[in-house]
């Protein structure tokens, strides 16, 4: 495949950065959105790995910085998850204006949650899905719940996660936990795929459950066996890639 360098206004007006996966020597078949779990980037490993394994099936793979993250514009501890849903939004104008409205929302940890609630509001995407993704989005507070007094006190703080410091706002908690995942769920309408590790210790595997009976039919689980929250094993990754790719066939080919 080939990878294209791209950025784009997000929804606060910031360049948000952006790698396209394009399919090499073949036609394009169908197209996609990758969206990165809390505080990581287009560059994680699970990003990277899944885009690429798409591109390689025929599906142009989108993968971008959430503002304030990565190579993207903004400040991170301005931002807030609504803000994020929005930037997936912005994304599928970007593949739209390009000739490849996105089919196929995938979304990663939190991501997950961010592609379930754009969705519905893109015509152009038959399938979802998600990756170790919480049944609510205030889940990723437990990340910093002993900073939550000084986020509160201050207007913000800066909290270590994942031996990384960001500064996270109080409009950002107030947001995950105002924002409710599961009552949206019947109003999905595509195709539902949800991946999940019964070995995962930041998002267990309860969630998945949750998600699973809110959704409405076409839905399907798999097991990611063995993996961690982060795909960090490229052999995890590239399992979760090699099925998400054999599931997209059924629901996005044009």
């Given at each position: 495949?080939?990878?294209?360098?791209?950025?784009?206004?997000?929804?606060?007006?910031?360049?948000?950065?952006?790698?396209?996966?394009?399919?090499?020597?073949?036609?394009?078949?169908?197209?996609?959105?990758?969206?990165?779990?809390?505080?990581c980037?287009?560059?994680?490993?699970?990003?990277?790995?899944?885009a690429?394994?798409l591109?390689?099936h025929?599906?142009?793979?989108?993968?971008?910085?959430?503002?304030?993250l990565?190579?993207?514009?903004?400040?991170?501890?301005?931002?807030?998850?609504?803000?994020?849903?929005?930037?997936?939004?912005?994304?599928?104008?970007?593949?739209?204006?390009?000739?490849?409205?996105?089919?196929?929302?995938?979304?990663?940890?939190?991501?997950?949650?961010?592609?379930?609630?754009?969705?519905?509001?893109?015509?152009?995407?038959?399938?979802?899905?998600?990756?170790?993704?919480?049944?609510?989005?205030?889940?990723?507070?437990?990340?910093?719940?002993?900073?939550?007094?000084?986020?509160?006190?201050?207007?913000?703080?800066?909290?270590?996660?994942?031996?990384?410091?960001?500064?996270?706002?109080?409009?950002?908690?107030?947001?995950?936990?105002r924002v409710?995942?599961?009552?949206?769920?019947?109003?999905?309408?595509?195709?539902?795929?949800?991946?999940?590790?019964?070995?995962?210790?930041?998002?267990?595997?309860?969630?998945?459950?949750?998600?699973?009976?809110?959704?409405?039919?076409?839905?399907?689980?798999?097991?990611?066996?063995?993996?961690?929250?982060?795909?960090?094993?490229?052999?995890?990754?590239?399992?979760?890639?090699?099925?998400?790719?054999?599931?997209?066939?059924?629901?996005?080919?044009?």
């Open positions: 495949m080939s990878t294209e360098r791209l950025t784009f206004p997000g929804a606060q007006g910031h360049e948000l950065s952006a790698r396209l996966e394009v399919p090499e020597n073949r036609p394009v078949r169908s197209s996609a959105i990758f969206a990165h779990c809390f505080t980037s287009k560059d994680s490993k699970a990003a990277v790995m899944v690429r394994a591109a390689e025929g599906i142009a793979v989108l993968r971008f910085d959430f503002t304030g990565g190579e993207s514009g903004g400040a991170f501890g301005d931002t807030t998850f609504s803000g994020s849903v929005d930037d997936v939004r912005a994304a599928a104008d970007l593949m739209t204006q390009r000739g490849l409205a996105p089919r196929l929302l995938i979304g990663h940890s939190l991501g997950g949650a961010a592609v379930l609630l754009a969705s519905p509001s893109l015509s152009s995407v038959k399938a979802v899905a998600t990756i170790g993704t919480p049944a609510e989005p205030q889940h990723a507070t437990h990340l910093f719940h002993r900073d939550r007094e000084a986020i509160v006190r201050d207007g913000s703080a800066h909290v270590t996660i994942a031996d990384r410091s960001f500064r996270i706002g109080e409009a950002m908690i107030h947001d995950l936990e409710t995942l599961l009552e949206s769920m019947p109003a999905l309408q595509r195709a539902l795929l949800i991946m999940h590790a019964p070995e995962d210790t930041v998002v267990p595997i309860s969630h998945a459950a949750r998600l699973y009976g809110a959704a409405r039919h076409s839905k399907s689980f798999i097991s990611l066996t063995g993996a961690d929250h982060l795909l960090t094993r490229e052999g995890d990754a590239r399992y979760a890639a090699a099925v998400l790719a054999a599931w997209a066939e059924r629901y996005i080919a044009e």
